[in-house]
């Protein structure tokens, strides 16, 4: 009924995985049984960690967006960013012309070599 399927690449036995899948079970149960047990939901235990500072009541006031983030890299490679940038319209179809372009450019120049 369970027979060992051979293919050539390996072999799929179905008792094999569930064995498997019951010792990673077993093992992933083990490490949360001897898990961290003081944690208390609704108390100062789930709030973010915000360097000891409160937690603002308005969200947005500790929003940090990707610019700011990540400024010193845009920063640095802005002669990059100000050629590709203008390139990304977020049409699909402009992504997937470049992708045959580049594509076909390449296929011609290892054909050519």
């Known amino acids: 009924m369970a027979a060992t399927l051979t293919t050539g690449f390996g072999f799929w036995n179905p008792l094999i995985w569930l064995a498997v899948l019951v010792v990673a079970l077993v093992i992933a149960y083990i490490i949360w049984v001897y898990g961290e047990s003081s944690y208390k939901p609704g108390t100062e235990q789930t709030k973010p960690y915000l360097s000891g500072?409160?937690?603002?009541?308005?969200k947005r006031d500790v929003h940090l967006g990707g610019g700011?983030?990540?400024?010193?890299?845009?920063e640095a490679l802005s002669g990059y960013y100000d050629r590709i940038v203008p390139l990304h319209t977020g049409v699909l179809t402009d992504y997937l012309l470049w992708f045959f372009g580049i594509a076909a450019a390449l296929i011609i120049i290892v054909g050519l070599i």
């Open 53 to 58: 500072n409160r937690e603002p009541a308005a």
């Open 68 to 74: 700011h983030l990540y400024w010193g890299f845009t």
